[in-house]
C-alpha cells in the first residue's frame, strides 16, 4: 500500500498519543512523539498527567484493544509490575442507584494497575518499534503552516536550552489532553473554533493509596459506586501493584471529602456501602492525600467545523473527557486509534472530516453514559428530554432486578465496560429480565448512613 507520508508527529506521549502513534507506525515511515515532561525514571507520576495520581483501571473494551495493538500488553503488565487483570463482573463490587449489582462470571478482562504503570509499559513497548522515536522535554509552541494555511506542515517546538525550532511532517495529531491549544491554534489561522459542549459538576476526587491485605473484601479486587441520590457520593477502591489499594472519594458540586484521616473516614461510612470505609480504616496509608477537581464533562464538536487544516488531527482527551467515575478515557481513546487505523487504510485524503465523523459516533456512547448518569442529579445543569428520563429510570429497575440476576448485570457492565452499545439494554431478552426482577420486591442496599441522609432531606 502506498504510504500517506514519509513523517508523522503526534503532539503528547500520554494514553491517546501512545495509542495515535502506534497506529501512525503502521503507515508512515517515521513517527515522532514530542512530550512536554520528562518521563521519571521508574513508573511514577508526572506533572503533565495529574490525574496519573488517581484512580484509574482499564475497562474490557480498552484491554482487549491495547492488546490488538501491543500483545501481551497484560501479561506484561501484571507479570512485571503486579497488576491484576480480572473478570469485572466478578471480582470487583458494582453499587449504582444504592443497589449492589449480584456477582457472576462473565469474559469481562479489565486491567488494574496505577496510571503510570499503565502509560509506562504502553511508552516501551512503542518505543521498541523501529520506526517510532519519542522526544522528551520538547512542548510544542504552535503549528506550521503553508502560507494560505490551508494545510499543516508541521510543528514549532521548545525544548530547554535551545531555540524554537519547526519540524516538519506530512501528519500532525494534538493528544495534548483536556487542556489542548487546538481551539485557539485554528482561530489564530483563521478557522472557527469548534462549538463546546460542557456538563458542570464540580466533582473532586480525594485520593490515597493504603497497604493491601489479601483477606480486605474477600479477596475481590476492587469496588466501584456511582453516586446517587440522596447524597450522589461516589467511592471508588481498586487493587494495584504492590499490594496496594488506590481509593478515592468525591461527590457533586463541591460535596468534596476532606483531607485529613477523621473527616476522610467519615465521608466514607456516607457511602452506600461500609466496604471501602472499613478497608480503609485498618489500612496502612502508603501516600497523602491528593486532590483533583473535575469541573466538568467537556466534548469539541470538531466534526461539525465546515472548514479544517489538511493534514491534522485532534485525539483523545482533547476531543472530549468525561466523569472520570465511569473509567472511560483510556478505553476511548484505544477506540479512536482503531477508528483512525480504519481511516488510514483507505487513504489520507479528507482524512480529518473521515476520522472527526467516526470519532464522534465513537464519542457519543461513553458521552450519553457519563452525561446521561450526571443528569440524574437534580443540581446538574442541563436538558433532560423524555427519553432521557425513560432512559435513567429503566436503568434504575434494571439495577434492582441485577441486584439477584448476575445475568443482567453483565449485560449492564457489557455496556459500561464498551463492549456492547446501550440499545443492547433494550433488548426483549434483557428487558424481561428486568421486568422479572422487578415483580418481587427488591431492597436498595441497607445503610444507616443514607437513611440518616434521607430523613435529613425529609425533614428539611
Ligand atoms: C481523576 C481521573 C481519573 C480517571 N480515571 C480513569 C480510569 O479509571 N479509566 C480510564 O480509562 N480513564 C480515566 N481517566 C481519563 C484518562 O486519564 C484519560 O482519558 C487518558 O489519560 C487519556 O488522556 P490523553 O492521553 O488524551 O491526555 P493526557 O493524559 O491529559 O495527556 C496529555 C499529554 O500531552 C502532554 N502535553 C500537553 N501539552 C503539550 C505540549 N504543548 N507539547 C508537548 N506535550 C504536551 C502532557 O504532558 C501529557 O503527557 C481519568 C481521568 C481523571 C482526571
Known amino acids: 500500500m502506498k504510504k500517506p507520508g514519509e513523517h508523522a508527529i503526534v503532539i ?12 501512525l507506525s503502521d503507515f508512515y515511515t517515521i513517527v515522532t512523539v514530542l512530550e512536554r515532561d520528562t518521563f521519571p525514571d521508574a513508573d511514577a507520576p508526572r506533572k503533565g498527567v495529574p490525574q496519573g495520581r488517581h484512580t484509574h483501571g482499564l475497562l474490557a473494551r480498552g484491554s482487549v484493544i491495547l492488546e490488538e495493538f501491543f500483545p501481551g500488553y497484560s501479561s506484561e503488565v501484571v507479570a512485571q509490575s503486579g497488576g491484576l487483570a480480572g473478570d469485572v463482573a466478578n471480582d470487583v463490587i458494582w453499587i449504582g442507584h444504592n443497589v449492589r449489582l449480584a456477582n457472576g462470571a462473565s469474559d469481562l478482562i479489565g486491567l488494574l494497575a496505577s496510571r503510570p504503570v499503565l502509560e509506562g509499559h504502553l511508552r516501551r513497548r512503542l518505543m521498541s518499534l523501529p520506526n ?26 521548545y525544548a530547554q536550552g535551545k531555540i524554537e525550532e519547526t519540524l516538519n511532517a506530512e501528519l500532525v495529531v494534538d493528544a495534548t489532553g483536556r487542556g489542548s491549544s487546538s481551539a485557539a491554534w485554528l482561530e489564530e489561522l483563521g478557522y472557527q473554533p469548534p462549538a463546546r459542549e460542557k456538563v458542570e459538576i464540580d466533582i473532586s476526587y480525594m485520593t490515597r493509596t493504603y497497604r493491601r491485605r489479601s483477606t480486605d473484601l474477600h479477596g475481590k479486587h476492587g469496588i466501584v459506586v456511582a453516586g446517587s441520590a440522596p447524597n450522589w457520593r461516589n467511592g471508588v477502591m481498586l487493587a494495584q501493584e504492590s499490594d496496594s489499594w488506590i481509593v478515592s472519594a468525591g461527590g457533586y458540586l463541591g460535596d468534596d471529602a476532606p483531607d485529613n484521616d477523621e473527616g476522610f473516614l467519615a465521608y466514607l461510612a456516607t457511602l452506600p456501602t461500609m466496604e471501602i470505609h472499613d478497608v480503609v480504616a485498618r489500612a496502612e496509608p502508603l501516600t497523602d492525600y491528593r486532590r483533583y477537581r473535575y469541573v466538568s464533562n467537556l466534548r469539541l464538536r470538531y466534526e461539525k467545523l465546515a472548514r479544517f487544516p489538511e493534514n491534522y488531527l485532534v485525539f483523545g482527551d482533547a476531543i472530549c473527557s468525561f466523569n472520570p467515575v465511569y473509567g472511560q478515557g483510556m478505553t476511548v481513546a484505544a477506540e479512536e486509534a482503531l477508528a483512525l487505523q480504519r481511516c488510514l487504510r483507505t487513504g489520507s485524503n479528507d482524512l480529518a472530516r473521515r476520522f472527526f465523523g467516526a470519532a464522534a459516533k465513537i464519542v457519543d456512547i461513553p458521552w450519553d453514559i457519563a452525561v446521561g448518569n450526571d443528569l440524574r442529579h437534580p443540581r446538574v445543569k442541563g436538558a433532560r428530554p423524555l427519553m432521557l428520563r425513560f432512559i435513567n429510570w429503566y436503568i434504575g429497575k434494571l439495577h434492582l432486578a441485577a441486584k439477584r440476576d448476575s445475568t443482567l448485570a453483565t449485560a449492564f457492565l457489557e455496556v459500561v465496560n464498551l463492549m456492547m452499545p446501550p440499545s443492547s439494554l433494550l433488548s426483549p431478552a434483557v428487558a424481561w429480565r428486568v421486568w422479572q426482577g422487578n415483580r418481587r420486591p427488591v431492597l436498595p442496599v441497607p445503610s444507616p448512613a443514607i437513611e440518616a441522609a434521607r430523613r435529613n432531606s425529609a425533614s428539611s
Open 132 to 157: 517510532v522515536r519519542v522526544i522528551e522535554n520538547c512542548a510544542v509552541r504552535g503549528l506550521a503552516t503553508d502560507p494560505a494555511h490551508r494545510s499543516v506542515t508541521g510543528v514549532r517546538t
Open 12 to 23: 503528547g506521549a500520554s494514553m491517546s498519543g501512545l495509542l495515535a502513534a502506534r497506529v
